[in-house]
């Protein structure tokens, strides 16, 4: 129950940067086929935003955001590790931004 919580409440912060609806209408009947807006129709049709960045599915955005990753670099001879963060992109911070949390830097 609270990984479809979790995935309903991304689904819905990250609609933004995803395909996703945003403001999808209300049916009048609830056996009829669903419609898209205008807005959605446009996000599809576009396939980018208007800053440039691409919409991506759901799915996608998630693997777009496993690239975010930390690597424990050795110098050769040496046994000085550190720790090296991947740069983030401009998609990946707006991610963490839309649901309010900064990007991890170190794990706990």
Not at 78 to 101: D, K, N, W, Y
Request: charged share 15%; net charge positive.
């Amino acid at each position: 129950m609270l990984a479809c919580y979790l995935t309903w409440h991304l689904r819905r912060a990250w609609a933004p940067l995803t395909f996703t609806d945003q403001d999808p209408a209300a049916p009048d009947n609830p056996v009829a086929a669903a419609r898209r807006s205008a807005a959605a129709q446009a996000k599809a049709s576009c396939q980018h935003d208007p800053a440039g960045q691409p919409y991506r599915s759901f799915r996608g955005l998630l693997e777009h955001l496993a690239t975010l990753i930390r690597n424990q670099v050795r110098y050769t001879g040496t046994q000085v590790t550190i720790a090296m963060l991947a740069e983030p992109t401009s998609a990946q911070r707006q991610a963490f931004e839309l649901i309010g949390a900064p990007i991890p830097l170190t794990l706990k």
